[in-house]
């Protein structure tokens, strides 16, 4: 039998053939393209004199194959998934890391790279190849290439097992949140709840076979109005419980001791490497450098916003009581009060703006949005096979009507996909003998479905979110530079933020809203009273907000700059790092942590604070566009020319210095977060 991940794709521009692949395929075409990768290093090994070209360059493309199909698997294992390619998850993840370690643990490759390495003052090297040898020199040495042989066999046993406990972390996270369903039976509980939000719930009752009653998940478009919008405190109480207990129950899907687990492994690889922790590790490779500079930062941002959040929840208690006479306000009350005060105070809730945004406006708007800055234009593209029928496939051009890149859209929740919304890639740019491989990108949101009555509707916070992952997928599409490993989004990870963070201010703008906010039903541009009314809401709770993504942070910082033997409990050691952070009382039971994807499954371990440093860089970056227009074409090209395009080809602080003609600085987050004075 023939494998479609074995031949060149003959699919519209070499996309993945998704309508020929099925789970059986992955495991042959993986241990197939390790074998191909190897013979590409065996390659490199045999040529004579080591060179820029014949060594850094050609490392750079070997595995072309098994990074592709390696991609599409783990791509839809997170989008996705069923319990099959789970399994396989686990099977082939071993393998990848095994093959990951042969190459950097090869001493022969190794001396080859070094040799290299310690010629580079006199290679004439253009910026872009020099960050290239720098990087892979450093990936070699970082990953143990330095180790005597004892060593490098604990290292590759610490990876092995690191790669399968943040598998089951996260395996059990999208278990938990799929098994949960609460179903309520009588209407009158759901008083306060939108009519829509009714009607979707009502719909997932029917999908689940509970006809006549209604039904609330997990998933955040179920979840979240329920939080903010129920009136019954019990409903809410029993929905932030689910939530919050999520793999905290001490049964098969608990994640505390994966937490452990991770959290040891991480640390002794790092010794091993010769660093005093895992976040000493991971911030060498980042702006910030070193967990006394993310400390630093934190805790200034820390001292600047809790006072402010203080007073927001002093306001929103009083608030409570005099409304409901709620002598204690709890967890589960927060949202609530909070979307009631915002209503009383600007006049302004998520349900008056919701038929403005139709998704399929917003996404019409995203686009019109790029095309006023960038010049590209998006065309839907049947030909283009998809995963799942709810994902759309578009053909990206540029300003000369040039091919630019494909780009993948999945909107709903679903059971095989995790919560939350990300980026991905499945195929990086790259330059080849002169031509430009154009890049794949998706991004993968979990926004409220369409119901039988109403089109998708988000809210004012999902159409933020779509234009923050938006933002990550110009950084794929608009990339141009000549190594894939350097390309698109391959920078330092407090950096990786700003064009996903930037790209959000837009939402804000009359002249960018105007393009795409028309009422569903009457075709009715929004109001400019309600434009002003969300630039004044802008900014409503944010030293709350503040505090909650600095506490994240924080928890992040303080399991990983730590050695975690001294952890005996998780639920201890989180209340001992939030009880400072904390302005509610702790509900008993509770842990964030146990569904803390971010930092235990995917790539922010030591890095959580790079959303709020990306945010002193949007809003500093921002204030540029504000200065001379928010589509100003010169701004637009300099962005692109430095940032998007610009890749991880060199340095960000030196990228972005080009694009801002100075260093970031801090007084325009503060300002726009109203954490200081205009």
């Known amino acids: ?48 004199q080591p060179t820029f070209q014949n060594t850094i360059e050609a490392l750079d493309v070997a595995g072309k194959r098994l990074g592709v199909v390696a991609g599409i698997f783990f791509n839809l294992n997170s ?76 290292l590759r046993k610490i990876d ?24 309520v039976t009588d209407e009158a509980d759901l008083e306060g709840l939108p009519e829509g939000i009714k009607e979707a719930a009502a719909q997932i009752a029917e999908e689940k076979g509970e006809p006549g009653k209604w039904a609330f998940t997990l998933d955040y478009p179920s979840y979240i109005p329920a939080m903010t919008y129920a009136k019954n405190r019990a409903l809410r109480e029993t929905l932030f419980l689910a939530s919050g207990t999520k793999c905290a ?35 060498e490779e980042r702006m910030a ?125 679903r059971p095989g996909k995790r919560n939350g919304a990300w980026m991905t890639s499945y195929k990086g740019q790259s330059m080849s003998a002169a031509v430009d491989n154009r890049p794949h990108v998706s991004i993968v949101c979990n926004f ?14 999902e159409v933020t979110t779509l234009f923050h992952e938006f933002g990550h997928a110009l950084h794929g599409m608009m990339a141009k530079g000549t190594y894939e490993s350097l390309s698109g989004t391959s920078v330092f990870w407090d950096f990786v933020e700003l064009p996903s963070q930037i790209f959000e201010n837009w939402c804000y703008e009359k002249e960018c809203l105007d393009l795409f906010a028309k009422h569903y039903e009457t075709g009715e541009k929004i109001p400019e009273d309600l434009i002003e009314k969300i630039k004044k809401a802008s900014n409503f709770q944010q030293g709350y907000q503040t505090l909650r993504q600095l506490s994240f942070g924080l928890l992040d910082m303080a399991y990983h700059s730590q050695n975690p033997k001294e952890i005996q409990s998780i639920f201890d050691f989180e209340l001992e790092v939030m009880k400072p952070i904390e302005l509610m009382p702790r509900v008993p039971g509770t842990l964030m942590s146990t569904s803390f994807s971010h930092i235990f499954q995917g790539g922010y371990s030591s890095g959580y604070y790079s959303y709020k440093w990306a945010e002193v860089l949007d809003a500093d970056a921002f204030e540029l566009f504000q200065e001379k227009g928010i589509f100003d074409q010169d701004t637009a090209a300099s962005f692109v020319k430095n940032i998007l395009s610009a890749g991880g080809s060199e340095h960000p ?21 109203g954490l200081i004075s205009e």
């Open 79 to 154: 989008a996705e998934t069923t319990d099959e390619i789970q399994a396989l998850a686990r099977e082939i993840s071993p393998l990848l890391t095994e093959h990951g370690n042969d190459i950097l643990l090869d001493q022969i490759l190794f001396q080859r790279v070094a040799q290299v390495f310690e010629q580079k003052d006199q290679l004439n090297l253009s910026a872009e190849q020099a960050t290239l040898l720098e990087k892979t020199y450093k990936s070699f040495v970082r990953n143990g290439a330095k180790l005597s042989a004892d060593k490098t066999d604990q």
């Open 249 to 283: 129950k001490g049964d098969e899907l608990d994640n505390q001791d994966n937490i452990k687990k991770i959290l040891k492994l991480r640390h002794d690889r790092a010794v091993l490497l010769g660093y005093k922790s895992h976040a000493d590790f991971v911030l």
């Open 448 to 461: 409220t479905k369409p119901s039988k009555s109403k089109p998708s509707l988000l809210t004012f916070n």
């Open 653 to 673: 602080a030196i990228l972005y210095k080009r694009f801002r003609g100075r260093e970031p600085k801090q007084d325009a987050l503060l300002k726009r977060a």
């Open 289 to 413: 450098k070193s967990p006394d500079q993310v400390m630093t930062f934190l805790d200034e941002l820390l001292a600047k916003a809790k006072p402010k959040a203080l007073a927001e929840m002093k306001e929103l208690t009083a608030f409570a009581k005099d409304l409901d006479g709620i002598e204690v306000l709890k967890k589960w009350d927060f949202a609530y009060y909070s979307e009631l005060l915002k209503k009383e105070k600007y006049a302004l809730d998520d349900e008056l703006l919701r038929p403005y945004f139709q998704l399929e406006k917003v996404i019409d708007g995203v686009f019109q949005t790029a095309e006023k800055l960038f010049g590209i234009t998006f065309t839907p593209s049947a030909a283009i096979p998809v995963y799942h029928k709810d994902v759309t496939a578009y053909e990206v051009k540029d300003r000369d009507g040039k091919y630019l890149s494909v780009f993948y859209a999945d909107f709903f929740p």
């Open 1 to 48: 039998m023939n494998n479609p991940l074995l031949v060149d794709f003959t699919t519209p521009f070499e996309t993945a053939p998704f309508d020929q692949i099925t789970p059986t395929h992955f495991l042959p075409a993986i241990q197939a393209a390790i074998v191909e990768a190897k013979d590409d290093i065996a390659k490199i090994k045999a040529e004579n």
């Open 160 to 183: 092995q097992e690191l790669a399968q406990v943040s598998l089951q972390f996260g395996e059990n996270v999208l278990a938990e949140t799929n098994k949960y369903v609460h179903y």
